[in-house]
């Protein structure tokens, strides 16, 4: 009898005879899936962390030895132009002013005119020789120090989704920042303050906001906290009205009144983890005022950062560079250190520079410049380096030709530039290459699940075995996707 309601896959499985058949095979597929794991020849079972949520932070074992104990992600919002910094080409340079083959070119706001050489010079630097713009010359100066990705791509062409991606490893909203995943899987090694930590730009937050730090399905105390020198954590300095002593016994009676529900209810985790969650704020009260101090920093060192300059963005961002390094050296397992905010419009406090490129950029890259340049120098004086990953990130690259009728590149997520430097990744190196004029990633492409990947590995995580489970899937960082970088492994 036809049913119409029914797919043909369904209507076949009313015969006897194809019941049994497709029956069959289903059957032989589960066999083959059970003698191939007996024998461990399937992939390695998910890996989801063990944690006591009465000490969420606690340091947890890696998957393996590994090379960098903590993170610090720069990320440039707003689309940093790889054509303008980092990627040198020379036919571009050659060939400005001219048609781009394959004209009519439409791209994210739409139709583009000619190719347009960078708009500032590039020089080679240090023993490597690697050609960088005098855009950012000082962070030029630390060229051989770097590991360059010229052919990372990202899946979109909007910065929200963009910005996502590069973050969260997907261009939807709900899914944890890498910060969280790096803290859910190894806790942290400072016990009084947070295991995660943005620092928001001096002009404010980037554009998709607190989604970088987010830690959607993963258990909430694995969120990033965010707070930069100017802005402290919120709401952890006492109320004038109430006397330390006071508010230490209150404490103390607090801690009893929950010790004893919590030894009335041991298998109430999320009660472990809002007291988990209250005591580190309390000893942040200390820590947290402590590490914002930057009263015994020598003036020598504030001088390098730009700290006191009289551009009240870069010295903000200067001293947000401080807070990054006392983070770090206090054992913060992730800081992400944000250059570049969208409240103030388009390309007005960020990199997307659509309009008037040269004057916007020549506006932004001092506030970029000298402090973010100081931190990695001052990191590699004080040894930090050697077990620190520095990652220097933005969410797509910019176009080698001016948008039609502007003076300025459209978004260009088919070939655009990282960085890393510090603990497991080779010096002076240049991995990939994007082509002729900087559009299209062509050699070695690289993704931003690659890009993943390869943090994981050098934090000792093996990103396709670190896992939690969600909604009926398990979740990774990197979907399904991501290979290891190993050519830029030191």
């Known amino acids: ?142 060229a051989d120090d770097m590991c360059f990705i010229h052919s990372m791509t990202a899946k979109s062409n909007t910065h929200g989704p963009a910005e996502n991606q590069m973050s969260t490893g997907f261009t939807l909203d709900g899914f944890p920042g890498i910060g969280s995943w790096a803290t859910y899987a190894l806790g942290s090694e400072c016990a009084d303050l947070p295991a995660f930590v943005a620092i928001p730009d001096p002009r404010g937050v980037p554009q998709v906001g607190s989604r970088h730090w987010s830690s959607a399905f993963l258990p909430a105390v694995f969120q990033g906290t965010p707070f930069n020198a100017d802005k402290p954590i919120a709401n952890l300095v006492r109320p004038a009205s109430i006397t330390e002593a006071a508010e230490g016994s209150t404490r103390d009676f607090l801690k009893l009144l929950n010790d004893r529900h919590l030894a009335e209810h041991p298998g109430d985790t999320d009660l472990a983890a809002r007291i988990a969650a209250y005591e580190l704020a309390a000893k942040m009260q200390l820590a947290a005022a402590e590490v914002s101090d930057f009263s015994h920093e020598s003036q020598s060192t504030l001088d390098a950062y730009g700290a006191s300059d009289s551009n009240k963005t870069k010295a903000g961002f200067a001293r947000n560079c401080i807070l990054a390094r006392r983070l770090l050296e206090r054992g913060v397992r992730f800081v992400q250190l944000f250059n570049g905010a969208y409240a103030m419009g388009e390309g007005v406090g960020n990199w997307d520079g659509h309009k008037t490129l040269k004057d916007q950029y020549d506006k932004h890259a001092p506030v970029l410049d000298q402090p973010a340049a100081a931190l990695l120098k001052d990191l590699k004086q004080r040894g930090l380096l050697d077990d620190t990953l520095v ?66 590995h050098l934090l000792g995580l093996d990103h396709e075995r670190l896992s939690f489970y969600n909604n009926g899937i398990e979740r990774r960082l990197t979907d399904v996707h991501g290979h290891l970088l190993k050519p830029i492994l030191a």
Not at 10 to 16: D, F, H, K, Q, W
């Open 1 to 142: 009898m036809y049913q119409p309601d029914l797919s043909h896959a369904g209507r076949a499985l009313l015969s006897r005879r194809d019941f049994l058949r497709w029956g069959g095979t289903g059957l032989g597929g589960i066999a083959l899936a059970t003698l191939l794991s007996e024998q461990r020849l399937l992939a390695g079972e998910p890996i989801r962390p063990v944690f006591d949520p009465a000490r969420p932070y606690a340091p947890r074992p890696p998957h393996f030895e590994p090379k960098a104990k903590r993170v610090l992600m720069i990320f440039c919002s707003g689309a940093l132009s790889h054509v303008d910094t980092f990627d040198y080409k020379p036919e571009l340079i050659k060939r400005h002013d001219t048609p781009m083959p394959g004209t009519g070119l439409i791209t994210f706001q739409g139709e583009n005119g000619n190719l347009i050489k960078p708009l500032w010079e590039f020089r080679p630097r240090g023993q490597s020789g690697k050609m960088i713009s005098d855009l950012l010359p000082n962070l030029a100066g630390m």
């Open 391 to 456: 990652v220097f990130v933005t969410e797509f690259g910019r176009m080698p030709t001016f948008q039609k009728g502007a003076n300025g590149r459209d978004h260009n997520p088919k070939g655009f530039t990282c960085w890393l430097a510090g603990a497991g990744v080779k010096h002076g190196f240049s991995y990939g290459a994007t082509d002729e004029f900087g559009y299209q990633a062509v050699e070695d492409v690289t993704s931003i699940y690659d890009l993943h990947a390869t943090i994981l």
